[in-house]
């Protein structure tokens, strides 16, 4: 079974410039979350979709990122504009809600933005 | 407001040794799920264990044990006979409630093995 696969791994961007990372999920998986991780802090929940509606975005910066799931299946997330501060890991995870016992999130390795 | 507690931002084992990573959680739900992740340095977020609030035994995966203290909301992680490949970051997260797969993740403990 593929895992959840993200692109790109690293980006390297000014401020002020314009990214987006994509993730698929693995298949069948309903439930899809972007998290934020800066350097030395936890894994922070950006946004969770479930199949193609938004569950939770209340933490998302909406004034610079949005997201989009279309179709229910990958999703891509964008930063415009970037900010200093929106250096981080950028993880994607799905998993199977209603599915296992314990709501297990499968994760993608990540795409690492630099911001200049 | 729910919370994640991991006070050791570092650890050191010998191999083979066991080690135990601390977790405390505050959550004002009665049923919650906790789980350990370990991230090694390429970046994916690997399961390795979970706790429901209502399991009266703990957790068991291979070398990786939860000792789950509800009364002192602690989760702690146990990895016996460490190995060198245990070297990486782990954190602790916790789900509230059964209708969701948020998850609140710690800060992280960074566990080095050395031979």
């Known amino acids: 079974e593929a895992g959840v696969a993200q692109s790109p791994r690293y980006k390297i961007i000014e401020k002020r410039q314009s990214v987006a990372f994509w993730c698929n999920p693995i298949s069948g998986h309903a439930t899809l979350y972007w998290y934020q991780q800066i350097l030395g802090q936890g894994p922070k929940l950006l946004i969770q979709f479930q199949n193609n509606g938004v569950v939770d975005d209340s933490q998302l910066p909406k004034d610079r990122f949005s997201a989009e799931r279309l179709k229910g299946v990958d999703s891509t997330l964008k930063i415009q504009p970037a900010k200093l501060e929106d250096s981080a890991v950028y993880l994607c995870?799905?998993?199977?809600?209603?599915?296992?016992?314990?709501?297990?999130?499968?994760f993608g390795e990540g795409s690492r933005l630099t911001v200049l | 407001a729910q919370k994640i507690t991991q006070t050791q931002p570092g650890m050191f084992v010998q191999e083979k040794e066991a080690v135990t990573l601390d977790c405390t959680y505050d959550?004002?739900?009665?049923?919650?799920?906790l789980f350990w992740y370990k991230q090694p340095s390429s970046g994916e977020m690997i399961f390795l264990i979970y706790q429901g609030s209502y399991d009266e035994q703990n957790a068991t995966e291979g070398r990786y044990s939860l000792n789950f203290q509800k009364a002192r909301k602690s989760a702690n992680l146990v990895i016996s006979a460490s190995q060198l490949g245990d070297s990486a970051m782990y954190f602790c997260a916790m789900r509230e409630g059964h209708n969701t797969d948020k998850l609140i993740f710690g800060t992280g403990t960074r566990l080095q093995v050395f031979p």
């Open positions: 995870a799905s998993s199977s809600h209603g599915g296992a016992r314990t709501g297990e999130l499968f």
């Open positions: 959550t004002s739900d009665q049923s919650y799920g």
